[in-house]
């Protein structure tokens, strides 16, 4: 069993900056692939970015492509999402997800999932 958990979410004004982790236990991270998502209330879950388990391939969702960072370092079983130019329209909880198999963007493709951590933008 693999537990995620994630933190760095707050209070930001536009176009600021936060950096959130995603630490994990129980299993080795370099086994799996990793996705950041994020759900705003009223909304559904968003895919953001993943990442490969070498960290070689990355892929974003064009509304975050420039603008967010997925990566990762297995010797730390951490990962990454930094996220820069923030809008109040990125408001949302921001969740880390891995997988042993593909990933990549549908949610279901994760089997594992951390809380969540709220980021909340001011405009």
């Known amino acids: 069993q693999v537990q995620l958990v994630e933190s760095g979410g707050g209070l930001v004004q536009a176009g600021g900056s936060l950096r959130l982790s995603c630490a994990a236990s129980?299993?080795?991270?370099?086994?799996?692939?990793m996705g950041w998502f994020r759900q705003a209330p009223g909304k559904e879950r968003e895919f953001l970015a993943a990442?490969?388990?070498?960290?070689?391939?990355?892929y974003y969702a064009d509304s975050v492509k420039g603008r967010f960072t997925i990566s990762r370092d297995n010797a730390k079983n951490t990962g990454w999402l930094q996220l820069n130019s923030l809008k109040p329209e990125d408001t949302a909880v921001y969740y880390c997800?891995?997988?042993?198999?593909?990933?990549?963007?549908?949610?279901?493709?994760?089997?594992?999932w951390g809380p969540g951590t709220q980021v909340t933008v001011s405009s």
């Open positions: 997800a891995a997988d042993y198999g593909y990933g990549g963007i549908p949610d279901h493709n994760y089997a594992f």
């Open positions: 129980g299993r080795t991270l370099s086994s799996l692939v």
């Open positions: 990442i490969s388990r070498s960290a070689a391939s990355t």
